[in-house]
């Protein structure tokens, strides 16, 4: 997700043109990814790495700070004798700030985008409703709307 710095604490090792080429010749693929050391640390907000190396703060980049993560769990059913309408989410909106640090924070299935497929219903009536999806919407340089929704 982040062009400068991986989430999931992985790096991208730069090969030089020698290198690549010698591990061509010798048809030995050689993984470049390994972990870092680096550690998140927890704050109200989860905050991923330490942001971009470069100045993300202007105009020219606000697609970056456009670029919205959920990560939604949602279930719903009716239970028991009484029908119990029962639910159930657990949601984490990802986002990035003015400096390019990513940052999770808790929140509710009402700030779940309308593009988002899956909750209908949820809250209002009690249809039986099991949904987890990674959800991520954003605006590109030119202000048009895209999202990807991945279930699973």
């Not at 059913?77 to 990513?102: A, K, L, P, V």
């Not at 909750?119 to 209002?124: P, R, S, T």
């Not at 999806?133 to 279930?151: L, P, S, T």
């Amino acid at each position: 997700m982040q062009i400068w710095r991986c989430p999931m604490r992985t790096a991208f090792q730069s090969l030089t043109p020698v290198q690549s080429f010698s591990q061509l010749s010798a048809f030995q693929p050689v993984s470049s990814w390994s972990l870092t050391p680096e550690r998140e640390t927890l704050y109200l907000a989860q905050s991923v790495g330490q942001g971009a190396d470069i100045d993300v703060s202007g105009s020219a980049f606000a697609f970056i700070r456009s670029i919205d993560v959920f990560d939604a769990s949602l279930s719903q059913r009716q239970i028991g004798e009484n029908e119990q309408c029962r639910r159930w989410s657990h949601i984490r909106h990802g986002s990035y700030d003015s400096m390019g640090q990513f940052r999770w924070r808790p929140a509710s299935p009402d700030e779940l985008p309308p593009a988002f497929q899956g909750d209908k219903g949820f809250g209002a009536t009690c249809p039986s409703i099991r949904a987890r999806a990674v959800f991520v919407d954003w605006e590109d340089h030119k202000g048009a709307y895209g999202f990807e929704q991945v279930n699973y």
